[in-house]
């Protein structure tokens, strides 16, 4: 019988992250009879592919070369995601307890004109990570990289609004962008708008397939079900990440637009203008 859920999972020397998740899957109410986990390694130098082997023999696992992490995605979805109605991808930092992913299948199973949904995301001290966020304008990835903490004041009302700080994190909430560390989409529906574009190596691949899967049915937060993830910020810690989210932002602002963009500024304005509490009623 083909499994309920695919669960995909993409690593790059993620030795030494890698085992709370492998240990979060195991204990998964729905593992192993309805999940299959396949894992793609991009390149590892480590022994990321050895301990997941060790730790959850069940997953199934291919080596592919580096070409990136929506690249690694759909390659475990060709050869495997068709197989179930529901597709998980996760990064390897991830971490939840036993009934998330049941959760998550369950929602979308009572849902059917749902797509995609993403649980609350938590760091490793417990606080929200603040990863609902509208689709972003040249301008807000600038502030929010380059501009300096004691300059960030001057543009508050502006980065309230990007990350939606007017609403409440508690309640189910429509978001124009959901974060790739752990997003749930329908397999018919991420076949339907061509899967992660693969020109995105790292970066923005998940806010260009949001974009898509967004024209089918609004993608929705929920509070509910939660996940703790590690958040690298790779682009923080190194000149390289750094480069690599330049690039990114360069191919998504001259896909989408540099300044004219009707899609996001329409997508933008109905997540606005959304009453949370009534939603939380239809849900």
């Given at each position: 019988m083909n499994p309920l859920l695919t669960v995909s999972v993409v690593t790059h020397n993620s030795?030494?992250?890698?085992?709370?998740?492998?240990?979060?899957?195991?204990?998964?109410?729905?593992?192993?009879?309805?999940?299959?986990?396949v894992v793609a390694d991009n390149g590892s130098l480590d022994s990321t592919v050895e301990r997941v082997r060790d730790l959850l023999p069940e997953a199934e696992v291919i080596r592919l070369p580096n070409r990136g992490y929506g690249f690694g995605h759909n390659?475990?979805?060709?050869?495997?995601?068709?197989?179930s109605p529901y597709f998980l991808i996760l990064n390897p930092d991830i971490s939840f307890g036993p009934?998330?992913?049941?959760?998550?299948?369950?929602?979308l199973l009572k849902h059917p004109?749902?797509?995609?949904?993403?649980?609350?995301?938590?760091?490793?001290?417990?606080?929200?990570?603040?990863?609902?966020?509208?689709?972003?304008?040249?301008?807000?990835?600038?502030?929010?990289?380059?501009?300096?903490?004691?300059?960030?004041?001057l543009f508050s009302a502006r980065e309230r609004r990007y990350?939606?700080?007017?609403?409440?994190?508690?309640?189910?909430?429509?978001?124009?962008?959901?974060?790739?560390?752990?997003?749930?989409?329908?397999?018919?529906?991420?076949?339907?708008?061509?899967?992660?574009?693969e020109r995105f190596f790292l970066y923005m691949e998940d806010i260009?397939?949001?974009?898509?899967?967004?024209?089918?049915?609004?993608?929705?937060?929920?509070?509910?079900?939660?996940?703790?993830h590690g958040f690298d910020r790779l682009s923080y810690r190194s000149l390289h990440g750094l480069l690599l989210h330049l690039s990114s932002a360069w191919k998504y602002f001259h896909k989408w637009g540099w300044r004219r963009d009707p899609l996001r500024d329409e997508a933008n304005q109905r997540a606005t203008d959304q009453d949370q509490r009534r939603l939380s009623t239809l849900l």
């Open positions: 030795e030494e992250v890698i085992g709370e998740l492998l240990g979060s899957l195991r204990g998964s109410t729905l593992f192993p009879e309805r999940v299959r986990v390659e475990l979805f060709r050869r495997y995601g068709r197989q009934d998330l992913l049941e959760t998550l299948t369950d929602f004109d749902r797509c995609a949904l993403m649980p609350r995301v938590l760091g490793p001290n417990g606080k929200d990570q603040e990863l609902v966020q509208l689709l972003p304008t040249p301008a807000d990835l600038f502030l929010r990289r380059f501009i300096p903490a004691p300059l960030r004041s990350r939606m700080a007017s609403f409440s994190r508690d309640l189910p909430l429509e978001v124009p962008h959901l974060s790739g560390c752990c997003l749930m989409v329908r397999s018919e529906a991420f076949e339907r708008v061509g899967l992660f574009d260009d397939l949001c974009r898509r899967l967004g024209e089918i049915s609004p993608l929705l937060y929920l509070p509910w079900a939660s996940v703790t």
